[in-house]
Every structure is written in C-alpha cells, then in structure tokens.
C-alpha cells in the first residue's frame, strides 16, 4: 500500500527541530500571505508559472504538494514566504524548515520536467515595506534526489507502520457490528443516513430526538465507511463537553463490542483523540510558551518524535488524561503534543471551533494535506450562534484610551491618528445606536496603520508593550481582518457609552463587526469536508438552518421519528397568561397558582424556565411567599462548574422540588435527568430574543437576505430554546410527564407547527 503525504507535513516530521516558540510574532494575516504571494508572482516575467501542482515516489512513499512558483528563463523554482519585521530575528529552525520544502519541491520539479540542474531560491516578502529577500542555491537533480530520498528514507519507518496502522484498521471496521443487539427506534435510519452521505460525498441535516442515541448512530457509520476508505479521519465537533464525553463513550462501547465479537481481547486499532482548550491543558500557566520560560517548551520537536510514538502506541483513547501522561513523561507540552496528534488520529473529538474558526486547526490540516474527512457537528443548532461570534469583532474606546496612556513614544501617532478618526464617528453620533453600510475607509486604515507600528514595535522592543496596549492590539488585528471581509452578511455599528456623557466627560462608544449571517464564512468548510453531518433533536426549519449556516443547496434532510409516544407527555398550554414585557408584572400569580396547583396534584422535581434572572427571581419570591413549603432552588447568574453540578445534583437527590433556570441558559439542554428526578416542566415565555436596536437590525439584514427577518431572528431561535428546555422531561421510552407552555401565544398556528409533531396539544 503506498502512503501519500504532502511535502509540508513530509518536511514537518523530519526537519522540524528545537524549541516550541510561541512568543507572539508579527506573522501576516491569510489574506496578507495570499495577496503578498500574488504581489510576487505578479512580479515576475510572462511565463512565469504560479501554483505547480507536484507529485513523486520513493518506494512506498508518495509525496504530493503545490510549488509557490517557477521561472523557466532563470530555471529557478521559488518558494514564497510571507513575514513582518527583522528576517535576520527569524529563529534559525524556521529557516532550515522552509529549506527543506523548497529542496524537497526542486527534485519533484526535476523529475516532473526532466531537468539536469536547478535553481531552488527563499523568496521572503515583507508585508509592509513589500520588499523581496531572495535567497538562492544551485543544485543538480542529483543532489535534490538524494535530499529528497534522506528525507523519505526518516519518514519511512513511520509511514510503514501509520500504513499498517490503516490496513489494520480498516479490516476491523469492516467487520465492525452494531455494538447492541437491536438499534433503538429510528437510530437506524439515521445510521443508514448518515453511511449513505459518506459514501456519496454529500451534506445531510438530521433532526431526532433525544433518546435515540444519535452520538453512536452517527460515529458508526461514519467509521463503516472510514473502513472502506470512503473516508480518511472523523471529525466529531461539539458545542460542549458532555458532548465530547458523550462520543468517547459511544467509542468505547464499539471498542469492548469488537474485542468481546473477536474473543481475544485485542482492542479496536482505532487511535481517538480529544481536543481540549489550552488553559485546561497547560501545565505552566505562570510561563510563556518558548523554550527561555517553560520547561516543556524547551527542545519540544527534539523530543516529540519518542512522545508522538508513545501516546500512539501506548493508548487507543487518546483523552486529555492519556495526552498528559505521554507529554509529561517525555517533558513535553500536553496542549501542543495534542496538536501534533491530530495528525495521526482516526477519530477527533472536539469543539466546533476547532473545524470553523477563523485559525481552525483541523481545517488546515485538512487543506494542507488534503484529507478525505467526515464532519460530524453534534447538537448542531448551537453552531449558528458560535459561529455569528467566531465571526464578529469589537473594539472599547475606554480600552483603547487606557492604552494609550503607557503606549511607547513611537507609538503616539498612528494611536492619535485612529483617536481622531473615532471620535468624528463619536462627533457625527445621532443616536445611542447607529448602524453604518461600512466601516469608514479613514476609520479602517487608521486602524490598519496602528497594527503596523504596533507590530514593527513589537519586532524592535517587545517588551516595550504591556498587556493592555497588547490586547487592544489583538482586538484591533481580529477587527480588521473582519472589516475587510465586510459583506451583506455582516453589520457595522457604534454604540455610545451613555455613562460617559456629560459636561466634561469624553464622549466613547464600542465599534462593531457583527456578524449576521455565517454562511460566507463557513461553506468554505463543507467544500473541505468529503461529508458533513448535522443533528440535533432541534433543526427545524430545515431552511432556516440550510440557509443560515450556508449549508449547500443540495443538503439532504432527515427528520428522524423518535420512540416516544403522546401517552407519555402531557402539554398544556396556559392561553390565559402573557409573558411579554408590558404584561409581566400582571403574570406574576397566574404562574405561580398554575406551578403550585401542579404540584400539589402531582409532588415531584420540576423545572421552571423563565426568560431572564429578573422575571425569574420574581416569580420565586412569589411563590416562596405565597407557598413557603415548596422547595425551590434557583439558578444564579455566573454559575461556575461547581454551582451547575450542585443544581443538578438536588434533581438527583430529592424527589420533591422545583429548580428555576433561565431559557437558553445551562439548564436549557445537555441535561439528562430520567426517571422521577424530572417529571414536568414550566416555560413561562417564548424564548423570543430580546426586542432591541441590535436584534432589529439583524432582523432588517435578514428581511432583506431572506425575506423572513421576524422569523429567522425571533420566532425560530425562540421556539428551539422551547423545545430543548422542553426535552428535558422525556429522556427515554419508559419516562412519563408534563409540560406547561405559558403564554396566550402558543395559541397560535404559527408557532405550534414549530413544537414537536408527537406532541399532543390542546
């Protein structure tokens, strides 16, 4: 079998040497790298070829990769690198690695056109001053040759045994079985959904409810299909961490069902990995990543060969726990280490922002080696609001004037400049809110200027810029990218400080690019992907969903029918109450008579959902004084992990109370209470989004993409929240409950056809 990799990765293993240095330098943006490497070709003399595409054997090895540029009249084959500040700062292993792809893509050029001899040449562009450095070496094919065969012959052994690694484990997931003896009602027809969009390359929305194991109808067939190498890798993306414990689980269990099918014992040859956030994997949060402060940065790609080797031979379920063990055991860094296993791991489990961020890693890794992967995005309506955030950036005028005061000398202009330009925004403010068509052209390239200097700075004295200054600089880094980026999908505001007006206050306000409409953003993502899957027990609207999250037109759709039955939920619907705003004071009693008739007719644990902290604390000090022996327990704004597990854990502990939490809040979704620890809930709203100047102008941005602005902004978000909160009371087939919906509104024929179609309502 031969094994294909891309000349990066190639370079990556073999010539990557030294320390892990993540001290903050000046590097170009995407955008940057992309427009200086056409600034280059643009250049050069007619002829001059951009973009090679390139390919070459040594035995089992095939080595594939695209060369920056070639100039036949000079015969030399450039590789372009981007970069800002001192070429002399830049550490010497950078170098000698972007060497050994440049020699590396000289022999794929001579083998390809039959040259003797060549030219292989650094071409290092700075972005700001737009100069060239070139450096250049002469070489003969036979040199380039055995270049290249030294590199190959130190990826051999590796690609060998990964090329086993493959063969073994796709023999086992081909005879992989369905790890029960029967599938629930309806997983099967997602698991035949989900294979089928594998095998054809295509999207798929599935909506089905909770209950049916949609983590394990989802991974098994996806790794079906990995088996018979319809896909490489699996990419299992959640908004949470009960979702990744959720898929290491349903892995698990595939694990113990092929060893318990073979009798042997021997564990499923599939390495899965999980991704967690730096901060909860660094051991040394005091120091900076770089070999002259933390330890495990230090020598870092000298020893991650022996680390990378033991983590993959010594465990199958590469969790945080595993990764820290092999890290700490050859004194390298658990976060980065991680990083690095992407690379050789079947099954990846983590956030969404490690697939759709703007710097997502596994998207670039899929790019740059490209990868035949499978996408599968759990609990996926979360995914429109993370992306809107992902995708949205603001900068605070108090931050920035507090900047200004430590800012170094040579930094007193471009930040006077900006300062100018912002306050004429502030000057020309009519209103508290105020929505512009785009950023001003003055605005962005005073902002574009700061970044400059500030970044030149940065290369000349680091240490003169503090945390302050240094954040307002990433702030304003993440806002430009945004604003070059500006579209119909996104919006630019300014929001004035009211605290700061007055006689001799400076007036300040918040610049904003919020993003609306994630779709532009994302569709790069599926076009990576070979299949993505989205599911949740809430998709609905299809539309909605498709056209938000820019989902292709071709996106299949499967609305999965679950196991429950009407019998087991009763829904009422109290027509006589109204939530709005205006009305809330007069719905205070009626809430609270309706939460105590129900549970004085049926005692058990209950959950109360509200639309804010407000409205719910007022509805409980009622219902304290009107009822004061009925246990209550509220959720508080700002609840860290602890406070969230001793909310749940009354539910688990007592079978008699109420628990208040806010719609769309912690306790809104991912909560698995079975049984009597949760027999009914109340939703005293629509989970409407708050009526504001924001959220009308999304809804006007929508209206006029869409022409469905109330809807795609209040009504769908809103009754998704519903019934989620509303799905915590039927967990399994066996559950029974009730539900009261409060509000006069859910009367209405459009905002029923959003609840559930098993529901039976009144």
Not at 116 to 133: M, N, P, R
Not at 362 to 390: G, I, P, S, Y
Not at 520 to 540: I, K, Q
Not at 750 to 757: I, S
Request: charged content about 25%; overall charge neutral.
């Amino acid at each position: 079998m031969t094994y294909v990799v891309a000349v990066r990765a190639l370079c990556e293993f073999t010539a990557k040497r030294g320390d892990l240095d993540l001290r903050f330098t000046p590097a170009p943006t995407a955008l940057e790298g992309i427009a200086g490497h056409a600034t280059v070709a643009a250049r050069r003399a007619s002829g001059y070829e951009a973009e090679i595409t390139l390919a070459g054997t040594y035995r089992d090895l095939t080595v594939r990769g695209r060369a920056d540029g070639y100039d036949a009249a000079l015969n030399r084959l450039e590789e372009v690198k981007t970069y800002r500040g001192d070429l002399d700062a830049m550490p010497a292993n950078h170098r000698a690695l972007h060497w050994a792809q440049a020699l590396v893509y000289g022999h794929l050029l001579c083998q390809a056109r039959a040259l003797s001899q060549l030219d292989v040449a650094l071409v290092y562009f700075d972005i700001g001053s737009q100069k060239e450095t070139v450096l250049t070496q002469s070489h003969d094919a036979a040199s380039l040759e055995s270049f290249f065969v030294e590199q190959c012959e130190r990826f051999l052994d590796w690609a060998a045994q990964e090329a086993a690694h493959r063969d073994a484990r796709n023999a086992a997931l081909g005879a992989l079985k369905f790890p029960h003896e029967r599938f629930r009602s309806g997983q099967r027809e997602l698991a035949v959904a989900v294979y089928r969009a594998a095998r054809d390359g295509q999207t798929l929305m599935a909506q089905a409810p909770t209950g049916i194991g949609k983590t394990l109808a989802t991974i098994f067939p996806m790794l079906k299909a990995c088996g018979e190498d319809r896909v490489e890798r699996v990419f299992f993306l959640t908004a949470k961490t009960p979702g990744r414990a959720l898929a290491l689980e349903a892995i698990d269990t595939l694990h113990a069902s092929a060893s318990a099918s073979a009798g042997t014992g021997t564990p499923l040859p599939l390495r899965t990995l999980e991704l967690v956030a730096r901060d909860k994997a660094c051991e040394h949060p005091d120091k900076s990543c770089h070999g002259d402060s933390c330890p495990l940065a230090r020598g870092f790609y000298d020893r991650l060969h022996d680390a990378r080797s033991a983590a993959l031979d010594g465990s199958r379920r590469l969790d945080r726990e595993a990764v820290r063990a092999a890290a700490l055991a050859h004194d390298v860094c658990p976060y980065y280490l991680a990083q690095e296993l992407a690379r050789w791991s079947d099954v990846v489990v983590g956030d969404y922002n490690y697939f759709y961020d703007s710097s997502a890693l596994l998207f670039a890794l899929t790019r740059l080696n490209q990868w035949r992967v499978a996408v599968l995005v759990d609990e996926a309506h979360n995914l429109l609001e993370r992306a809107r955030k992902m995708y949205t950036a603001s900068l605070e005028q108090s931050d920035f004037r507090a900047a200004r005061k430590s800012a170094p000398e040579t930094l007193k202009k471009p930040l006077e400049r900006l300062h100018r330009e912002w306050n004429a925004l502030n000057r020309a403010q009519t209103d508290a809110y105020q929505v512009h068509a785009e950023v001003p052209a003055r605005l962005l390239s005073a902002a574009q200027n700061l970044i400059g200097a500030v970044t030149d700075q940065l290369v000349e004295a680091p240490l003169s810029i503090d945390d302050a200054l240094l954040r307002v600089f990433f702030d304003a880094m993440h806002f430009v990218a945004l604003a070059e980026q500006f579209g119909e999908h996104s919006i630019f505001d300014v929001t004035r400080d009211e605290t700061s007006r007055g006689a001799r206050a400076q007036s300040a306000s918040t610049l904003c690019v919020r993003n609306v409409i994630p779709a532009p953003y994302l569709a790069p993502r599926y076009d990576a992907a070979h299949t993505t899957v989205m599911f949740s027990g809430t998709l609905n609207p299809f539309h909605f969903y498709r056209d938000t999250l820019g989902l292709p037109e071709a996106t299949n759709w499967l609305e999965v029918d679950g196991p429950f039955r009407a019998q087991q939920l009763k829904v009422h619907v109290a027509a006589h109450v109204s939530t709005r705003w205006r009305d809330r004071e007069r719905s205070l009693a009626p809430i609270v008579e309706l939460i105590a008739q129900q549970y004085a007719a049926q005692p058990g644990n209950y959950l109360g959902f509200l639309s804010s902290f407000d409205y719910l604390e007022r509805v409980a000090a009622l219902l304290r004084e009107r009822h004061p022996t009925l246990p209550i327990w509220t959720q508080a704004p700002g609840m860290d992990e602890a406070a969230r597990d001793a909310f749940l854990a009354r539910f688990r502990d007592t079978r008699c109370g109420i628990g208040f939490a806010v719609l769309g809040g912690a306790f809104s979704e991912g909560v698995d209470l079975v049984g009597e620890q949760l027999i009914g809930a109340f939703i005293a709203t629509l989970g409407l989004p708050q009526l504001n100047a924001v959220n009308e102008q999304m809804r006007r941005t929508m209206e006029a993409k869409f022409g469905n602005g109330y809807d795609y902004v209040y009504l769908y978000p809103g009754l998704q929240k519903v019934v989620q909160a509303a799905g915590r009371v039927i967990r399994t087939e066996h559950d029974a409950g009730v539900v009261h919906l409060i509000d006069d509104r859910y009367r209405r024929r459009e905002v029923r056809r959003l609840l559930p179609g098993w529901w039976q309502l009144p």
